[in-house]
């Protein structure tokens, strides 16, 4: 089994469409996948899809004990892809005091049993919708995975303010275990003006450059997709349909993440 | 905390343990080694070593052996090497040591009662020195200047080495190598283990962690705990 998070040093970035297309591409593929919603500030996968059936969630299973996994598994909830949810941050016990004693040392320690029991019930590959930026919560995720994809948009503001701290959290991880890191640029433009297009390639070439002396790995990039996004502006978009639209683009992602 | 924890002390005996009486380093003033505790001693360590049972020609020892009879409340002995000579009479008690060294660690008031949760970390690291020591070129009945200045080196050395690591263990006391933020701030070999044994909160089997030297100093800080269980001993990641 593989256990792979999405994140990002800040939000709006693309995580959790990233998150669902690659899970759905693994679907597609017959390998057994479930979608983990662990971005606790701001979890969004309730928001996409309406069809959860089960009432717990990733975090009472974080801080209970006597909670078995499979009751909280969504089966099946786009195509075959299964998901586990996060409530919505409440104030009180769920917000603010997720951050008190040793909640967060609990949690990965829980999470960590959760793979393994992951494992034992069959499943090929995790996911991890991670919460952006970083928090104990982002790290948590990071180390339960030995995969990791950052999703960026093409911005200089978005990206200097956030070198130092990737230095910082790929420190963290060397070693933890075999692990590949990777980065996938999201919502690049499709440009046609000559000019333009050199401005955009000498600022991918530039961050290629300073986050592969990171230790990352480039895993690819996603255009700008005008009809994905617009399709997204309705109440329940079917994700299946979307998938479509970019299907090419996250197999050819899949194919990499799955040669690792 | 600060580095004087502990002081300690180290007694050199040489030749027949009865009738040379002991060489002190730094005595804290702590030993005593009474013609009672000699005779003692010399028996023990004669048996400790095999010397009556066997004919090789010399014996080498490497501790730590714990010595309750110079161990109380306060402090803590263990001969921590020696070297041996057979004399003509096998399992005579005049069989020759050419050389034995023991330390005491004594412990100062504000750690007394943490005697017991330092002693595997003490005893891991004098383990870790205990061949470091050589008597062989020791003639017997001497102490030599070479011997008495690599033991001096060697207790400060290990002073300065007991004294650091209890003082982290105070510090590490009640963390947890879940807490990422701590484990990344351990030194690199502790480090490099604990991302290692974090993947299997439920625990690993002794006989699947190889670096045991930096397991047992985990454990002394409470980073690890031990389990028996009935398949062997099990290493679990606080």
Do not use: C
């Given at each position: 089994?593989?256990?792979?998070?999405?994140?990002?040093?800040?939000g709006?970035?693309?995580?959790?469409?990233?998150?669902?297309?690659?899970?759905?591409?693994?679907?597609?593929?017959?390998?057994k996948?479930?979608?983990?919603?662990?971005?606790?500030e701001?979890?969004?996968?309730?928001?996409?899809?309406?069809n959860?059936?089960?009432?717990?969630?990733?975090?009472?299973?974080?801080?209970?004990?006597?909670?078995?996994?499979?009751?909280?598994?969504?089966?099946?909830?786009?195509?075959?892809?299964?998901?586990?949810?996060?409530?919505?941050?409440?104030?009180?016990k769920?917000?603010?005091?997720?951050?008190?004693?040793?909640?967060?040392?609990?949690?990965?320690?829980?999470?960590?049993?959760?793979?393994?029991?992951?494992?034992l019930?069959?499943?090929?590959?995790v996911?991890i919708?991670n919460?952006?930026?970083?928090?104990?919560?982002?790290?948590n995720?990071?180390?339960?995975?030995?995969?990791s994809?950052?999703?960026?948009r093409p911005?200089?503001?978005?990206?200097?303010a956030?070198?130092?701290?990737?230095?910082?959290?790929?420190?963290?991880?060397?070693?933890?275990?075999?692990?590949?890191?990777?980065y996938?640029?999201?919502?690049?433009?499709?440009?046609?003006?000559?000019d333009?297009?050199?401005l955009?390639?000498q600022?991918?070439?530039?961050?290629?450059?300073?986050l592969?002396?990171?230790?990352?790995?480039?895993?690819g990039?996603?255009?700008?997709?005008i009809?994905?996004?617009?399709?997204?502006l309705?109440?329940?978009?079917?994700?299946?349909?979307?998938?479509?639209?970019?299907?090419?683009?996250?197999?050819?992602?899949?194919?990499?993440?799955?040669?690792? | 905390?600060?580095?004087?924890?502990?002081?300690i002390?180290?007694?050199?005996l040489?030749?027949?343990?009865?009738?040379?009486?002991?060489?002190?380093i730094?005595?804290?003033?702590?030993?005593?080694?009474?013609p009672?505790?000699?005779?003692?001693?010399?028996?023990?360590?004669?048996?400790?070593a095999?010397?009556?049972n066997?004919?090789?020609?010399?014996?080498?020892?490497?501790?730590?052996?714990?010595?309750?009879?110079?161990?109380?409340?306060?402090?803590?002995?263990y001969?921590?090497?020696?070297?041996?000579?057979?004399?003509?009479?096998?399992g005579?008690?005049?069989?020759?040591?050419?050389?034995?060294?023991?330390f005491?660690?004594?412990?100062?008031?504000?750690l007394?009662?943490?005697?017991?949760?330092?002693?595997?970390?003490?005893?891991?690291?004098?383990?870790?020195?205990?061949?470091?020591?050589?008597?062989?070129?020791?003639?017997?009945?001497m102490?030599?200047?070479?011997?008495?200045g690599?033991?001096?080196?060697?207790?400060?050395?290990?002073?300065?080495?007991?004294?650091?690591?209890?003082?982290l263990?105070?510090?590490?006391?009640?963390?947890?190598?879940?807490?990422?933020?701590?484990l990344?701030?351990?030194?690199?070999?502790l480090?490099?283990?604990?991302?290692?044994?974090?993947?299997?909160?439920n625990?690993?089997?002794?006989?699947?962690?190889?670096?045991k030297?930096?397991?047992?100093?985990?454990?002394?800080?409470?980073?690890?705990?031990k389990e028996?269980r009935?398949?062997g001993?099990?290493?679990?990641?606080?």
């Amino acid at each position: 089994m593989r256990a792979l998070t999405v994140y990002s040093t800040r939000g709006g970035n693309g995580k959790t469409l990233t998150a669902l297309f690659l899970g759905i591409a693994a679907v597609k593929r017959g390998l057994k996948t479930v979608v983990i919603d662990a971005d606790f500030e701001a979890p969004s996968l309730t928001h996409l899809l309406s069809n959860q059936t089960k009432e717990l969630t990733w975090v009472d299973y974080l801080e209970n004990d006597n909670i078995d996994i499979t009751d909280l598994i969504n089966p099946n909830i786009i195509g075959n892809l299964d998901i586990i949810f996060s409530p919505p941050p409440r104030i009180g016990k769920n917000f603010l005091g997720w951050k008190a004693d040793n909640w967060w040392k609990k949690a990965l320690q829980k999470a960590i049993v959760a793979k393994k029991e992951l494992e034992l019930l069959g499943y090929d590959l995790v996911i991890i919708d991670n919460q952006s930026g970083t928090s104990y919560n982002s790290v948590n995720n990071m180390v339960f995975s030995e995969i990791s994809i950052m999703v960026l948009r093409p911005s200089n503001y978005g990206l200097g303010a956030t070198e130092s701290i990737l230095k910082e959290i790929f420190n963290t991880l060397k070693g933890m275990n075999r692990r590949m890191d990777y980065y996938l640029w999201n919502q690049v433009h499709r440009v046609s003006d000559q000019d333009e297009r050199l401005l955009l390639d000498q600022f991918l070439e530039k961050w290629d450059d300073r986050l592969t002396a990171l230790g990352l790995k480039k895993l690819g990039s996603v255009e700008y997709n005008i009809k994905l996004n617009l399709e997204l502006l309705n109440d329940n978009p079917d994700l299946n349909d979307q998938f479509n639209l970019i299907k090419d683009n996250y197999n050819n992602l899949m194919d990499t993440i799955l040669n690792f | 905390m600060t580095s004087d924890a502990i002081e300690i002390s180290a007694v050199i005996l040489l030749s027949n343990f009865q009738s040379i009486g002991p060489f002190y380093i730094s005595d804290s003033g702590v030993i005593r080694i009474t013609p009672d505790i000699g005779m003692l001693l010399a028996a023990r360590l004669v048996i400790t070593a095999g010397i009556g049972n066997t004919s090789a020609k010399t014996e080498e020892l490497y501790g730590p052996l714990p010595m309750p009879e110079l161990s109380d409340g306060d402090y803590l002995s263990y001969l921590f090497s020696m070297s041996m000579q057979q004399q003509p009479i096998p399992g005579s008690s005049f069989s020759t040591g050419k050389g034995s060294l023991i330390f005491s660690i004594v412990f100062e008031d504000k750690l007394k009662d943490k005697i017991y949760n330092h002693k595997n970390l003490i005893e891991s690291i004098l383990r870790e020195h205990s061949s470091d020591l050589n008597f062989s070129n020791t003639v017997t009945g001497m102490i030599s200047p070479e011997i008495k200045g690599a033991s001096e080196e060697l207790l400060k050395m290990l002073y300065s080495k007991i004294n650091n690591a209890i003082e982290l263990a105070e510090k590490y006391r009640g963390a947890s190598l879940f807490d990422i933020g701590f484990l990344v701030s351990l030194p690199d070999e502790l480090n490099f283990l604990a991302k290692k044994l974090i993947q299997q909160p439920n625990g690993w089997r002794e006989k699947d962690i190889s670096d045991k030297d930096n397991l047992m100093t985990l454990l002394s800080y409470g980073l690890v705990r031990k389990e028996n269980r009935e398949d062997g001993i099990w290493f679990i990641p606080v």
